[in-house]
């Protein structure tokens, strides 16, 4: 085969059927497998990421009985009558020449809800509910539930399940001896402990057959206190392929672990070296996961005998064409999964239904559509950030004639500082794909081009869209202005972008996205631990099972390069308004170097000394920090003068992004009111 990923394209032969390649699509939920009046949309959603050629499809969680939902009323498969309503999506999948197995997720002690059981009776940090500890009938009675559960996965057309056995869930809770606390035939030695999963996988396949996918995924990493060590891992995979599992698939960490996983901060394929550490001790398929975001990156694991298949779910989210462009040479061509957690895991965590950051049309494909469009308008768009550049793309791949003004030397607004986070890097690669979006559509790109009222009432367009963004705001500190031509105080953009020298004490004030980014980008040293993969395992305490329990080491942090003071006006904890799956690595970021996060203050100067403040509404305790450098992270204003003077003029005018709400400046609302307003001009 001639292309540049022959691993990553090469079939997959499972003796009873063939996967036309190495990728499988992860289990993520999307908050469409509640309900079944949502199934069409799962159904458009699956059947799109088909036809972009994914080899083997895993849907979102279905609980196999009440006991094992997520939260009340979750999804759940345990009669024919919802199989029959899963029909349509297995037929979808099929007619698209794919393959799709349904994920059985039974949450234990996670599931937030009363009815939650487990193998002790122990809380979980995540979950407020009390799980009742089962007795040896109740046990019995859970394995029946995924044996049924896969039975009815098969009748509704599913090619096969995969039982989640990792994550902390329900399984893995008997596996630990720390949730485990039995003595009967469930609990004690390993071989008792790991008997619920072993049992489950040998009466699926006794029920299902020999030639319906049994997928498990193991907890190979737990990332926890008295996790697993390697030496059950091995015993587990090898009892697990003795059972009939089919594909071992790769969990890593619980969900009560205080690791991150999968955030963008985590290096790309951070977590390879785990499955490839199970190679040769199974003779199964197996297939690893956890930040990998590119054909090249699921390549080189492949090509080096890391796993035999990859497992990536957001970036089938960010885009659904990500393997049909690798296979026809258009890889850089693919809309890169960020790893935000913004559109996805948070709008879960939030019972939203999940999309992506940079493809707002993911979990939306049926009502988000972007046809041709009916006749071609000439349009202008002002702004090259992420949402001047959504909307222009998405206008001329409708079929518009597109002008994308920009007065600065190059596309990207706020993501060319994103971008030089540390831990942000991959906001690079969304600037890649628009680059290359933006020749592959036919927008005209003038860059280094301030459009004016004067020449866009020219007459040349049908409409025009202001994406012309924010600027920072100036929280007008006294002292502030005069301190500003010697470079001791400074705004965001200027101390992310380098243009000032920045001294080794700094106070940051404002407390948003921002200025958490840049106290990042302050105390991260001339490496950044997301490019590293074992300065990263170093610093958050990641190590070899075979070592230690779970993985865990005690974390060795580089000093800070820099002393710094996080600052906001509001008394609430800070980073309390971060995203609900991410807040909390950004602030144990800023703890392990030791930044100052202070709340409460008021800000009264700035002179040689420092920057002086005094705290609460009483304005006490007069302070000084004495910093050599302030950054000013105060948030940002719209910028829309053009707005006002082309209306008066009677154009057709749109605001979006930052231009529109500056308080909403985030790339997330950004991209997606770019492209709903592209859709449907
Ligand atoms: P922001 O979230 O609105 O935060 C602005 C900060 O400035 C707040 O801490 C605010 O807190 C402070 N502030 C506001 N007015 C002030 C004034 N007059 N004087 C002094 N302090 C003032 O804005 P941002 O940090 O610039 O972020 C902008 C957007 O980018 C946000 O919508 C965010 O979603 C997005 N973003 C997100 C991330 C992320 O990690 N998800 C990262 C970067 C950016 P007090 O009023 O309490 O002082
Ligand atoms: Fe990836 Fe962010 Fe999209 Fe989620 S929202 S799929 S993390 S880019």
Redesign the pocket.
């Known amino acids: 085969m001639h292309s540049a990923f022959p691993h990553l394209l090469a079939p997959l032969d499972l003796g009873f059927v063939r996967l036309r390649n190495r990728v499988l699509m992860g289990s993520m939920h999307t908050g469409l497998e509640d309900d079944p009046k949502h199934f069409p949309r799962l159904e458009a959603y699956f059947a799109e990421r088909a036809r972009g050629q994914v080899g083997l499809i895993v849907t979102g969680g279905f609980a196999p009985n009440v006991e094992g939902w997520a939260a009340p009323f979750s999804g759940r498969l345990t009669t024919r009558g919802t199989a029959a309503k899963h029909a349509p999506i297995t037929r979808a999948v099929h007619a698209e020449g794919g393959h799709v197995a349904l994920q059985i997720l039974h949450t234990g002690r996670y599931g937030y809800h009363p009815l939650a059981v487990s193998a002790s009776r122990l809380r979980s940090p995540i979950s407020p509910f009390m799980p009742r500890a089962l007795g040896a009938r109740g046990i019995e009675r859970q394995i029946r539930a995924f044996v049924r559960c896969a039975v009815l996965a098969r009748e509704a057309g599913y090619d096969g399940v995969e039982i989640m056995g990792s994550e902390g869930y329900f399984i893995n809770q008997f596996l630990v001896e720390h949730v485990n606390r039995r003595d009967d035939a469930w609990g004690g030695s390993y071989a008792n402990r790991m008997r619920l999963p072993v049992e489950i996988v040998t009466r699926t396949r006794e029920a299902v057959g020999p030639d319906f996918i049994l997928v498990y995924r193991l907890s190979m990493l737990d990332l926890v206190p008295d996790g697993s060590d390697w030496n059950e891992v091995v015993q587990l995979a090898q009892a697990v392929e003795r059972a009939g599992a089919t594909i071992i698939n790769t969990g890593i960490g619980w969900h009560e672990a205080r690791i991150p996983t999968i955030a963008t901060s985590v290096p790309r394929a951070a977590f390879a070296w785990v499955t490839r550490k199970l190679k040769g001790q199974v003779a199964i398929p197996l297939c690893t996961t956890n930040r990998i975001n590119t054909p090249d990156v699921a390549e080189r694991l492949l090509a080096e005998g890391a796993a035999d298949m990859v497992s990536m779910a957001r970036p089938l989210l960010a885009d659904p064409d990500f393997v049909a462009k690798a296979a026809s040479g258009r890889a850089d061509e693919i809309n890169t999964c960020i790893a935000?957690n913004?559109a996805c895991l948070d709008h879960v965590f939030q019972r939203k239904v999940a999309s992506c950051l940079v493809n707002p049309r993911a979990g939306h494909e049926t009502e988000l559509r972007y046809a041709r469009a009916p006749s071609r308008k000439r349009i202008a768009v002002v702004g090259a950030g992420p949402a001047g550049l959504a909307c222009a793309t998405v206008l001329a791949g409708r079929g518009h004639a597109v002008d994308l003004f920009e007065a600065g030397d190059d596309i990207g607004g706020q993501f060319n500082l994103?971008l030089r986070v540390p831990g942000k890097e991959e906001f690079r690669e969304t600037l890649r794909y628009f680059r290359r979006r933006l020749e592959v559509t036919g927008v005209r790109l003038h860059l280094g081009t301030r459009a004016t009222v004067a020449s866009l009432l020219d007459g040349t367009h049908d409409e025009i869209v202001l994406s012309t963004g924010v600027v920072a705001?100036d929280?007008?500190i006294p002292g502030a202005d005069e301190h500003r031509a010697s470079g001791r105080v400074l705004d965001?953009a200027e101390a992310l972008l380098g243009r000032r020298p920045i001294g080794a004490r700094v106070a940051v004030?404002?407390?948003?996205?921002?200025?958490?980014?840049v106290a990042e980008y302050l105390v991260t040293g001339a490496h950044s631990p997301s490019l590293d993969v074992e300065l990263w395992q170093r610093e958050w305490g990641v190590t070899d099972p075979e070592l230690a329990r779970g993985g865990l080491a005690a974390p060795q942090i580089e000093p800070a390069a820099r002393k710094v003071y996080l600052l906001?006006?509001?008394s609430t904890p800070l980073g309390k308004?971060?995203?609900k799956t991410?807040g909390w690595i950004?602030r144990a970021s800023l703890k392990m170097k030791r930044v100052e996060m202070i709340?409460d203050v008021r800000?009264e100067r700035i002179d040689e000394r420092g920057l002086h403040v005094s705290f609460g509404e009483a304005r006490t305790q007069p302070t000084v920090f004495e910093v050599d450098t302030v950054v000013l992270?105060?948030?940002?204003e719209s910028v829309r003068d053009l707005d006002a003077p082309l209306r008066a003029a009677g154009r057709r005018v749109h605001v979006i992004g930052g231009a529109d709400v500056a308080?909403?400046?985030?790339a997330k609302h950004a991209i997606d009111q770019g492209s709903r307003l592209a859709a449907r001009l």
Do not use: M
Request: glycine share 20%.
């Open positions: 935000c913004q994103a705001r929280p007008a965001y004030v404002g407390a948003g996205g921002i200025g958490f980014d906001q006006r509001k308004d971060l995203g991410t950004h709340g800000y992270c105060a948030g940002q308080a909403e400046l985030d």
